[in-house]
């Protein structure tokens, strides 16, 4: 089953922040975060691999509850190259399947 | 250049013809896989391989057919397309068996159109 992406859709101004979020009814062993911009391929942005681990780079950080089976997506001060689809993707325990999200539709004007 | 790529890009075809839709890496990846795009759906995978000669299903397999001879190749076969296979088409690589902890690469994308 897929994860659900949440929202499917925002649009921000330059400088203002956003969170995506991506929940699973799977207990995840691991969530990966993927930008896509239109027409081309999904470009990787971060893998989170343990429960309460966040990372991040640059302006762009992610957090994953495992016990809520829930991740979260931040992007602080906006940019518009920061403009794309967002997808989470899902490894579930005992899975080599990849399950991605439906998408959230980020759009930053200037 | 480490990439991944497809082969056709575009392909307009007739319902019932056989295709085939090539992908190759050159980072000697272990596991690839291979993934359709549909608006409103995002990504699911169609099958995946975990290295040569093992192949599982994904999330969407029915109608598709794959094989792992080499570990660089990994072809899309389609026996008998239907138009509800018209979708844009990606194949993805990552470095070791354990996909779950390594990041994907993507090649460009097959739009494929069945009439």
């Known amino acids: 089953q897929q994860p659900v992406q949440s929202p499917q859709a925002v649009i921000l101004r330059e400088g203002e922040d956003a969170v995506i979020n991506c929940s699973s009814s799977k207990a995840l062993y691991s969530v990966h975060w993927y930008r896509q911009k239109h027409g081309e391929a999904p470009i990787f942005l971060m893998i989170l691999l343990k429960g309460g681990e966040q990372k991040g780079h640059d302006k762009i950080s992610a957090s994953f509850n495992e016990k809520k089976q829930q991740s979260s997506l931040y992007l602080t001060a906006s940019q518009l190259s920061y403009s794309g689809t967002y997808f989470c993707?899902?490894?579930?325990?005992?899975?080599?399947?990849?399950?991605f999200g439906a998408g959230t539709r980020l759009t930053v004007k200037p | 250049e480490a990439q991944v790529t497809q082969n056709p890009r575009y392909l307009i075809t007739v319902t019932g013809k056989k295709l085939t839709v090539t992908c190759s890496q050159n980072m000697n990846h272990e596991y690839m896989s291979w993934y359709r795009q549909d608006p409103g759906l995002g990504l699911r995978q169609i099958y995946y391989s975990m290295n040569v000669e093992v192949t599982d299903k994904g999330d969407v397999p029915e109608g598709y057919k794959v094989s792992r001879k080499e570990k660089r190749n990994f072809p899309l076969i389609l026996e008998s397309p239907s138009p509800n296979q018209t979708s844009l088409y990606f194949c993805a690589s990552s470095l070791t068996g354990g996909a779950s902890y390594n990041e994907q690469f993507f090649g460009p994308g097959t739009r494929l159109t069945v009439l």
């Open positions: 993707g899902t490894f579930a325990y005992n899975n080599n399947d990849m399950r």
